[in-house]
């Protein structure tokens, strides 16, 4: 989607969530020790609702990312603050 920018008018800049940033993190963190005992080629797990989401292992959180995306598309409400990734939806 291009993005009009008039004279004069800077462009909005995008809201920095750190919340989300940091479960992310956290996120990623957790799917890397669940999937220690193997994967697919591709670097799927496979056990989660997300992984049908995952389209790229070579760059950095690619659980994290397919989550995001997962999110997205079921219109899911997640809590930020919530770690407790085993009862999550995205799961």
């Not at 992310?24 to 989401?53: H, V």
Request: hydrophobic letters at 25%; glycine letters at 6%.
């Amino acid at each position: 989607m291009e993005q009009l920018i008039m004279e004069g008018i800077p462009a909005p800049k995008r809201k920095h969530n750190k919340q989300r940033e940091r479960w992310n993190k956290r996120f990623q963190e957790w799917s890397d020790e669940m999937e220690k005992d193997g994967s697919t080629p591709l670097g799927k797990c496979g056990y989660m609702n997300c992984c049908d989401c995952c389209d790229d292992s070579g760059k950095g959180r690619p659980c994290a990312r397919a989550a995001q995306v997962y999110i997205r598309e079921n219109n899911i409400n997640i809590d930020y603050t919530d770690f407790n990734f085993a009862e999550s939806a995205v799961v």
